[in-house]
């Protein structure tokens, strides 16, 4: 993609860098850098809300546009140079804008754009050639102190100080190795019995009351005050902390590792609870593994569930089958079942919700009642809380949805504005990154379909495909940037890179290889004028359409036919002798040069040339405005024009001899009455002569 200067006369002369200063302006002072460096210890000065954006400086070095800025609205924004949108980073606090170039400008004056809907600044940006090096200035003044840089690199050993005053005590380290035996000590005085913990059958306690109810309850361990105390046919449950297992009876095969685990169980089976009261509540629920502080505190029936974290599955009561790692993880779980959540927070707030599946901090932190969910990330699906059915994977993908159905989203901040929309589809970074309410949209690739709000059934495959679009619906769009200017329009197909990118508003336009025009409808566009030079189409030579017309191509590349009906025309009138300039044409046999026809092919016409001599408006002329070629459709016109004339001339020359004819027949006529006229009076004649010698 190239960026081709605009058409300004002003042109700065320097370097292959640009300043542009805005009228009532002045360059901000330094401390917006030095701020940056020292993380934001200062306050920047609060920007009005009714202050216009400006663009108040801008730098070019190679293919990165620096810009600097004042009253610039929050992201996103969208940075456009000669309305080409370019991909950046913005720190809204210092407001600044860093963007990619896709290739380095020439010389010449751009106009640069960064907008947000209405909101827009604007600033005309001029590079020129690269000048000589100019003389080095005075030395500058001293400037203000900067801020304080990087560690420095560790310098030589210095000489020894003086002893410092003694530290406190550390904590105490790990026991050492066994030491040497030493030599046998005395023969002390005899002293008090320990008492035996072993109590039989396998059974072990150490502790005041623990396991102090046993009957017939084999292969248990309790360690603690408390520990086990009331079990009493229960088997092979070990217990370590002060009242952990307090109030099992029955229930075999626990493990509680900390004070008041499991405290209240009484017949459940198969828990494990590690940390203080984790599983305090599980009264008869079996299979649950809880690992930390309060974890899984409050369950009192809910079977194989497991909690790695503080206050994991913390209000977890029924539920079963529920994995939580991470602290306060599936925090607010009471019955849901089969959820899976990883990372702090994650399912936080689920409730009865099930078969949800969340990996990241704060991924699916609001689902309450929502099923069948996946988010992978930190914040997917964070405010997700009956939706049920998506899937979001990456950081604060799906972050926003409440309610929405069966979306899929893979990339950051993908479908991040979704709040009720169902079945989208969104792969890449922040595709479908506004979606509010749209349904069956298709985004893959970054950015793609990134405005859109409440379209629906769009697809849009490519970086910044369809990325304008706010409620069209029904376009499909694949390629980088393809329909990337479409808002409203409908029903629209763009195939290739940029595709359709002109286009904004109109519905029913197909675009291949070709940008299209802005606000047209019902249009079919394939190719690039200059860039394809040949066009190939299989399935029509060879096929007869008996009932079809001929199809003309003018010399923007328009497909048509030629209409005949009066109801198209205006201003009819005889041709006359308007024809007569056919009469002057000079019919040519000829063949066409090597590189349009290399078999040569012999060819019989007319020279457009000529032709335009004799009647400008036989000829049709190309883009340039150069003759093409002769309109032979305008030439059969005229001739049948010239032969019905001379048809005319024919049947009142046969009219003619047919009178002649008659004449002639009526003359014949004549000649034989005077003939026998003659004969008789001769016959008369001789007969006198005879009687009257």
Same mark, same amino acid.
């Given at each position: ?7 300004? $006369? ?28 020292? /993380? ?38 969208? #940075? ?104 046998? +000590? ?8 320990? $008492? ?85 509540? =599980? ?8 690992? +930390? ?84 990330? #930190? ?8 939706? =049920? ?39 890449? $970074? ?90 047209? /409808? ?14 190939? #189409? ?12 001929? #199809?003309?191509?003018?010399? =923007? ?58 009647? $400008? ?77």
């Amino acid at each position: 993609m190239k960026i081709k200067p605009t058409q300004h $006369p002003a042109r700065l002369p320097g370097s292959n860098s640009i300043t542009t200063p805005i009228a009532g302006s002045r360059p901000r002072s330094l401390w917006l850098p030095i701020l940056a460096c020292l /993380g934001f210890l200062l306050t920047v000065p609060s920007m009005r809300a009714d202050s216009p954006p400006q663009i108040l400086k801008t730098t070019i070095s190679g293919t990165t546009l620096n810009i600097l800025g004042q009253y610039l609205p929050t992201g996103p924004l969208v #940075v456009k140079l000669n309305n080409v949108s370019l991909s950046f980073t913005y720190n809204q606090t210092a407001q600044t804008i860093t963007a990619t170039l896709p290739s380095v400008p020439p010389a010449g004056t751009y106009l640069l754009t960064v907008s947000k809907s209405d909101v827009k600044a604007t600033a005309d940006l001029t590079i020129g050639t690269t000048g000589p090096q100019g003389p080095a200035g005075p030395k500058g003044d001293k400037g203000d102190q900067g801020a304080q840089g990087l560690q420095g690199l560790q310098g030589p050993k210095g000489d020894k100080g003086d002893p410092g005053a003694q530290g406190l005590q550390g904590p105490l380290g790990p026991q050492g190795l066994q030491g040497v035996q030493g030599p046998k +000590g005395e023969k002390g005085d005899p002293g008090t019995p320990a $008492p035996v913990p072993d109590l039989g059958n396998g059974n072990t306690a150490v502790g005041k009351n623990a396991l102090s109810s046993l009957t017939t309850g084999i292969n248990n361990t309790a360690t603690g005050t408390s520990a086990l105390q009331n079990d009493t046919t229960g088997n092979y449950n070990t217990a370590n902390g002060a009242n952990a297992l307090i109030s099992n009876t029955t229930g075999a095969g626990n493990t509680a590792n900390g004070a008041n685990t499991l405290i209240s169980n009484t017949t459940g089976d198969h828990n494990t609870a590690n940390g203080f009261q984790s599983l305090f509540s =599980n009264t008869s629920g079996g299979g649950n593994t809880a690992n +930390g502080d309060s974890a899984l505190i409050h369950n009192t029936t809910g079977n194989n569930n497991t909690a790695n974290g503080f206050e994991s599955l913390y209000s977890n009561t029924t539920g079963s089958a529920n994995t939580a790692n991470g602290a306060f993880t599936l925090l607010n779980n009471t019955t849901g079942e089969a959820n899976t959540a990883n990372g702090y927070g994650a399912l936080g707030q689920n409730t009865t919700g099930t078969d949800n599946t969340a990996t990241g901090q704060g991924a699916l932190a609001s689902n309450t009642t929502g099923g069948a969910n996946t988010a992978n990330g #930190v914040n997917a699906l964070l405010n997700n809380t009956t939706g =049920n059915g998506n899937a979001a994977n990456g950081t604060s993908a799906l972050a926003n949805n409440t309610t929405g159905n069966y979306n899929t989203a893979n990339g950051f901040a993908a479908l991040y504005s979704n709040t009720t929309g169902g079945g989208n589809t969104a792969n890449g $970074p922040q595709a479908l990154f506004s979606n509010t309410t749209g349904f069956n949209n298709t985004a893959i690739g970054a950015s793609a379909l990134g405005n859109n709000t409440t379209g629906v059934a769009n697809a849009a495959n490519g970086n910044f495909a369809l990325f304008s679009n706010t409620t069209g619906y029904q376009n499909t769009a694949s390629g980088y940037g393809a329909l990337a200017h479409n808002t409203t329009g409908a029903n629209n197909i763009a195939l290739g890179i940029q595709a359709g990118s002109e286009l904004t508003t109109g519905d029913n336009n197909i675009d291949i290889g070709n940008q299209g025009v802005a606000g047209e /409808g019902n249009t079919i566009r394939i190719g690039t004028t200059g860039a394809q030079t040949a066009a190939f #189409v299989a399935g029509i030579f060879g096929a007869t359409a008996a009932s079809g017309v001929a #199809v003309y191509v003018d010399a =923007n590349g328009q497909l048509g036919t030629l209409t005949s009906s009066e109801r198209f025309k205006e201003e009819i009138k005889s041709m006359d002798n308007t024809s007569e300039a056919i009469l002057g044409l000079r019919p040519v046999s000829f063949r066409y040069k090597n590189e349009l026809d290399p078999q040569g092919i012999p060819q019989y016409g007319l020279v457009a040339e000529e032709v335009e001599k004799l009647n $400008p408006d036989l000829v049709a002329r190309d883009a340039q405005g150069q003759i093409y070629t002769v309109r032979y459709e305008a030439v059969n016109a005229m001739l049948l024009n010239e032969f019905l004339k001379e048809h005319r001339r024919v049947q009142e020359l046969e009219k003619g001899m047919q009178n002649l004819g008659a004449l002639l027949k009526e003359q014949e006529s004549l000649l034989q009455n005077v003939n026998a006229r003659l004969e008789a009076a001769t016959f008369d004649g001789t007969s006198d002569r005879a009687n009257h010698p």
